[in-house]
């Protein structure tokens, strides 16, 4: 019985430890190589091609960063090519708002897959831009959020 507490409990410790390290970056670039593995030696397994793109960060070794994206697609990516995360992606069709609040004006509707741009969060809201298009989101449904 004890071994199986003990189990459990290394186990916990693992998961905490290893989430830990997942937080959103972004893509610097436009062009952005993805290797099988944490080394230029390694080849390249695509190529994204989108700026401000979120990627969740699950990995790290040395100068490089294991990540995954929205669409569950992983590799290594070299930590130049990554910033601090500035960008969400809807995972559903998403009201943009002029103001903070369900009852302000709706500006536009955006489709799921699009790319948002954070200027700022507050509590369950985060002020984005995204094309011609400048307002409020619910965080809810989104992908990227810290």
């Known amino acids: 019985m004890q071994l199986i507490v003990r189990t ?4 916990i ?3 905490s430890i ?4 997942e937080i959103f970056v972004s893509l610097k670039k436009n062009k952005v190589n993805v290797r099988y593995g944490p080394s230029f030696d390694s080849e390249v397994k695509y190529v994204y091609k989108k700026i401000n793109l979120p990627l969740k960060q699950i990995d790290k070794k040395e100068n490089f960063r294991r990540i995954i994206d929205f ?3 992983s590799g290594w990516i070299h930590i130049s090519q990554l910033k601090k995360n500035n960008s969400v992606i809807a995972t559903q069709d998403k009201i943009l708002f002029k103001n903070p609040t369900s009852f302000a004006k709706p500006i536009a509707l955006l ?4 790319l948002l741009i954070l200027k ?3 509590q369950k809201w985060c002020e984005i831009s995204s094309g011609e298009f400048k307002g409020w989101i619910k ?8």
């Open 13 to 15: 410790l693992l998961i």
């Open 111 to 114: 489709k799921e897959g699009r």
């Open 120 to 122: 700022k969060c507050e």
């Open 18 to 21: 290893s989430s830990a390290n």
């Open 8 to 11: 459990i409990l290394i186990f």
């Open 71 to 73: 669409k569950n697609n």
């Open 139 to 146: 965080t809810d449904n989104i992908w990227g959020f810290n």
